[in-house]
């Protein structure tokens, strides 16, 4: 997890300064059965790994849709970046971007909490 958080950090310091609000105001929309096919080219034919990974994918469209707003807009616009950064994005990476980039977050603000108390 350290080694996510080092990626988003340096991520993050090097994404450009841009209006965030049009970028992040929906979930993007990525092609779902396309990844799938790309990141199991062995297993494309086989339609139990298929639908596996069109599962996980749809899954992680809805946990990122049901959790969209509670996300920073800057979080959002660098995992839309990093996760289409291999030109087949998933919404999976996308999912784990956001989990990471909320979890630092929520470290550094229970670290100052705790910086404060004492």
């Not at 990525?30 to 199991?40: D, G, K, L």
């Not at 062995?42 to 790994?49: I, V």
């Not at 977050?105 to 004492?118: A, P, V």
Request: glycine letters at 2%; a negative charge.
């Amino acid at each position: 997890m350290l080694k996510w958080a080092i990626i988003f950090t340096i991520i993050t310091g090097l994404s450009s300064i841009q209006d965030r609000s049009c970028a992040t105001d929906a979930v993007p929309h990525f092609t779902i059965a396309a990844n799938c096919r790309a990141e199991s080219p062995d297993a494309a034919g086989t339609d139990e790994a298929l639908s596996k990974c069109v599962h996980d994918e749809e899954q992680a469209k809805q946990n990122v849709a049901q959790a969209w707003s509670q996300f920073a807009s800057q979080d959002k616009e660098t995992c839309i970046k990093e996760t289409n950064i291999e030109s087949i994005p998933s919404y999976v990476e996308l999912q784990v971007c956001l989990e990471i980039a909320r979890d630092v977050q929520t470290s550094h603000r229970d670290t100052e909490l705790d910086r404060n108390l004492h």
